[in-house]
């Protein structure tokens, strides 16, 4: 944060400047990476379907192919399955991008992460939010 400015903090107590650079990277992260050129959208990140039936909300999990870059594997984990890297594998894309669409209950925030190749954690670039995990890294919000 440049001195002077104003710090601003979100709903989960996460700061804006904080929430807008993936640690270590220098890239922008959050909603101000859901941009590409032009001011469309980015093709990663998360897309929510809720539906009219029940308080469910279809969540497509999406990881950039260059996150992946030669994986053999990408899962998703979180709370929502218990942090089992055995549930929900995720399909590799023509484009090399990996994806996962996961029924989710409607009305509560979920903590999540990517596991590449069993060994390398990545958080979601288009995350609702981000939290602190007892690891001394952050973990990926999916709030629905």
Do not use: H
């Amino acid at each position: 944060m440049k001195t002077g400015e104003k710090k601003q903090t979100g709903t989960k107590g996460v700061t804006t400047a904080a929430k807008a650079a993936r640690p270590g990277s220098g890239q922008v992260r959050g909603k101000a990476a859901s941009r590409a050129a032009g001011g469309r959208p980015a093709a990663a990140g998360l897309t929510k379907r809720y539906l009219k039936s029940r308080p469910v909300c279809k969540v497509t999990f999406r990881l950039p192919g260059e996150a992946a870059a030669g994986a053999g594997s990408v899962v998703v984990v979180g709370e929502f399955n218990n942090w089992d890297k055995r549930v929900n594998p995720m399909k590799r894309l023509k484009s090399g991008a990996f994806s996962a669409t996961i029924d989710l209950p409607a009305g509560r925030a979920y903590r999540f992460r990517y596991l590449i190749d069993d060994a390398r954690w990545e958080n979601d670039w288009q995350a609702d939010d981000y939290v602190p995990n007892p690891y001394g890294g952050d973990d990926s919000v999916v709030e629905v």
